[in-house]
Structures are given as structure tokens and as C-alpha cells.
């Protein structure tokens, strides 16, 4: 079963209830291909913290993402089972 599409809208989902400046780092960084050094001159912040939005948004979005969904992958990182617990 190809579970991307789901994944692909748990993640959206998930990723609006990050705080505002963590959301606007993933979604820059992740989603739209900024490079990190991109990311501090485009928010004008210094490079350290833009590294570190992005970095705690990523932590922050996988403890979301393990209380809301079953996410199961193969030794490959391919997901293998993937379902939704509840929404945020």
C-alpha cells in the first residue's frame, strides 16, 4: 500500500499546530527547498538560529506526529504502515 498521500496530509496538518516560527522554518526549509543559510538572510536572523528553528521544529513535529499517528517503516526508511490516531 502506498501511503504517501496520508502522510503527506498528517504532515501538513501537523505541521500548522507548530508554533509560528517553527512552522515558518519547516515550511520553508522542508517543504520549499531553502537552504538554512537561504532561510536566515530571507527571515533575516542570524544563521545559528535559523539551524536551530529548524532543528527544534523538527523536534517538535515528530512528537506530534508519534501522539497522533502509527508510523511503522522497513529498515530503508520506506513507511510499511502508516495510520491516523486522532487530528490536531
Known amino acids: 500500500k502506498n501511503f504517501t498521500q496520508e502522510v503527506v496530509a498528517c504532515l501538513e496538518s501537523t505541521i500548522q499546530v507548530l508554533p509560528e516560527k517553527y512552522r515558518e522554518a519547516l ?11 537561504d532561510l536566515s538572510e530571507k527571515l533575516g536572523i542570524p544563521y545559528s538560529t535559523a539551524k536551530s528553528r529548524v532543528q527544534r521544529g523538527r523536534e517538535e513535529l515528530k512528537k506530534l506526529l508519534m501522539g497522533c499517528c502509527h508510523i511503522e517503516s522497513d529498515s530503508y526508511g520506506n513507511i510499511v504502515d502508516f495510520h491516523i490516531k486522532f487530528k490536531y
Not at 27 to 37: A, D, F, P, R, V
Open 27 to 37: 515550511l520553508l526549509s522542508e517543504l520549499q527547498g531553502l537552504s538554512q543559510k
